[in-house]
């Protein structure tokens, strides 16, 4: 839930309630202009949402808070972010133990300056740290959604519909409803896509009760812990379960015990969330198991009316939906060809007028700007990618390859559409490193004997707005062990002037590791032209001689 603005010729506040499909789409919950942002305004809202929904879940923007009241405390960026690596290292703690220790040392740290470590506590730590700190969070399901980019991108959206700030309020709901109306078609082509489309790596005989009756976006996270388990399996009392916690999916002990013993998961062991894949309303699809003879009755009953009724080509398509229930093993789905990318008329463009609808900068913005040295990245910043600029020896090998965005974070991007499946990640792959590095101090320090190496790295790791500025990008070599340390990993990283294999340095590491590979390009001139892609299919042949 948030508020946005510059959407009508009232300037009233929009509020725009978001929520989350199984298919991993947005939708919008509800909308409503408000007068104010107070209390009483949101407390309206909330009540009379009340009597549509049973639960409601409150936005949280603590970091951009932290920021605007914390940041103005310190003389120097390098104060400052030392003070958020150590709030950072309190939020992230995993266990309660953990947060206790880190709350101590956070507090015996900035003893000098008891306003700011007083506003933490007392504004954030003691009344809410049940809903963001790890410890507490890692035990809610909450279908890994944290942050609140989501709504952000909504937001984005929205606007894109609306089109100007100067429409009435009948101007802008009609519009609003085109946006509903958009969306409702789209979530419903991906719940249908969930159901008939079957992908190939999902057709191994542990899915085949899962297959058609839960989302892809939930084969994909299971897809991805079975990935992580290495061959020495995992135990169950070291495994954490935090998937099976946040998720309501198999957690990698579970999956490991399913491909040991060649035994499917059953249904029952995905939450029900992932299960919804048609647009009936909670609980009409629901039957009680004494009155199934009845439903079947009717529904076959009916399917019979619509098969004499229908023409010859109807009726065709009815049998071939009948048959895939009946004998699905006459029948095999596969993913369609993927399509090239075509190029679309050139960018215009705009100039700035008052209809505008992009949204000002927020306090927290402003904050950044005025102390930070180093510009944003320019919206112009545009992405390209170029194998000419891959060593020839190593065009031969790569089939595909995949961009990402141009904002500063494309080596994190890059690292989780690689590892996690998901670009939109990025935020948990800067956040892995740096615990990894705040958890194991004394091996990073004894593999890197540069002087301040360590706090350098926590520096570049420590920025999750939507456009990081040049002093938070990845960076190679600092990175390229961490990364393949921390996801287990052989990270290959080519382009530049030498091609290079970063291997992981801890002890526990498959026989046979995944090998991830990336590319640096160029894509203009300066220090702003560099840029990360990922290679999606290459060839690896092994060596010989």
Known sequence: MDCTYKTNRYRLSLFEIVGITS????????????????EENYMWALTVLKGLMDQSTLPSHINKNITVNCKKKFRTKEQWESFLSAWNLVVLAETESRYSEMLRRFQEDYVTNPTIVNYAINNW??????RFVSCWTNSVMDFDNTITYRAEGAHAKLKRFLGTSTDNVEGCWEKIYDLMETSFN??????????????????????????????????????????????DGVDPLLCGCVMRTKCGLPCAHEIDQHVRSSTPFSLDSVDKFWRKLDMEPIGANIMVVTDVDNRWFETWTCANNMFAQADESERLLMLKRFRKIV??????????????????????TKTKDITSTKREKSAFEYTDSFNDSCSQVPDSFECATSLSQIPASFRGYVARTKDVNADGHCGFLAIAGLVLGDQESWSR??????????????????????????????KILNCH???????????????????????KVALVMLGGRYPTTFISLSSSVPVEPKCICMAHVQIGEGHRANHFIQ??????DCAAG
């Open 465 to 487: 707005e939507l456009t990081a500025p040049t002093r938070h990008w990845f960076v190679l070599p600092d990175l390229g062990h961490l990364v393949a340390t921390v996801y």
């Open 186 to 231: 789209a979530i419903k082509a991906s719940f249908e896509k969930s159901v008939n489309v079957v992908q190939h790596r999902y057709k191994s005989p542990i899915f085949q009760f899962l297959r058609g009756t839960i989302s892809i976006a939930a084969l994909d996270k299971i897809y991805e812990e079975m990935e992580s388990i290495g061959n």
């Open 23 to 38: 298919t991993s789409m947005m939708f919008s919950v509800a909308c409503a202009y408000l007068e104010a942002e107070k």
């Open 327 to 348: 004998t699905p093993s006459t029948t095999s789905m596969v993913e369609p060809d993927v399509q090239t990318k075509t190029c679309g008329r050139p960018k215009v």
């Open 125 to 130: 730590i003691v009344p809410y740290k049940e």
């Open 535 to 540: 290679w999606k299919d290459y060839r690896m």
């Open 429 to 458: 792959v800067r956040t892995d490193l740096f615990y990894e590095i705040n958890s194991n101090p004394k091996m990073w320090d004894r593999c890197f004997i540069e002087r301040g190496w360590r706090e350098k790295v926590l």
